[in-house]
């Protein structure tokens, strides 16, 4: 059974940059997507981008200028960085692989990050 | 960005009733070429990961009961649960994933009457 687990800093300072890992269990890194989505308290999903296991990326617009994710095949994790961040960015992040269809078969519990000084 | 409406915000149907959750796309997610919709369902219990119930808008994932149908095209999607058992209490939200960025609904709360 494929399990996730995303991994960080749960306080950022405004204007710091949000460092996350997803560390994946029970099937390998490659021949996927994976997937980072957040949900602002009281706010729906929001679909943050993904990286394919090759490396390739594909960022929301409305995040783009700060976002950066990476893979690390050999710890089987991948990684997301949002830069700049404000109280806007406040959220429970996800991680989730995603199928070549865009949905996401397994997802993390979810953490929340909380950006405040 | 395609915006999907999802209705009601919150739900509560007394068990063994049926229970039905609408979504509605701001754009078609019908793709001509396949003729399949690019619409799915999930399910999130509190302290557990979100879990996928059905993809292409009408099959179900390996493991889910068959009380769970979905259906619909184009734009207007319906997620059906026949028999609502105790253990069906949860967030349920929908997700158009043809247009990038992927877009979800706000999600619903189903509750036990």
């Known amino acids: 059974q494929v399990q996730l687990q995303e991994s960080g800093p749960g306080l950022v300072n405004p204007s710091e940059t949000l460092s996350l890992t997803c560390t994946v269990s029970g099937g390998s890194i490659s021949g996927y997507h994976w997937t980072w989505i957040r949900q602002p308290p009281g706010k729906g999903l929001e679909w943050i981008g993904h990286i394919y296991y090759s490396g390739a990326t594909s960022y929301n617009p409305s995040l783009k200028s700060r976002v950066t994710m990476s893979v690390d095949l050999s710890q089987n994790h991948f990684s997301l960085k949002l830069s700049s961040v404000t109280a806007a960015d406040t959220a429970v992040y996800f991680c989730?692989?995603?199928?070549?269809?865009?949905?996401?078969?397994?997802w993390g519990q979810g953490t929340l990050v909380t950006v405040s000084s | 960005d395609v915006v999907v409406t999802q209705s009601p915000d919150s739900l509560a149907v007394s068990l063994g009733e049926r229970a039905t959750i609408n979504c509605k796309s701001s754009?078609?997610?019908?793709?001509?070429?396949?003729?399949?919709?690019?619409f799915a369902w999930y399910q999130h219990k509190p302290g557990q990961p979100p879990k996928l119930l059905i993809s292409w808008a009408s099959t179900r994932e390996s493991g889910v009961p068959d009380r769970f149908s979905g259906s619909g095209s184009e734009t207007d999607f319906t997620l059906t649960i026949s028999s609502l058992q105790a253990e069906d209490v949860a967030i349920y939200f929908c997700q158009q994933h043809y247009f990038h960025p992927y877009t979800f609904g706000q999600g619903t709360k189903l509750e036990i009457k």
């Open positions: 754009q078609s997610v019908l793709h001509s070429s396949n003729n399949k919709n690019y």
């Open positions: 989730a692989r995603t199928l070549d269809s865009g949905v996401g078969d397994y």
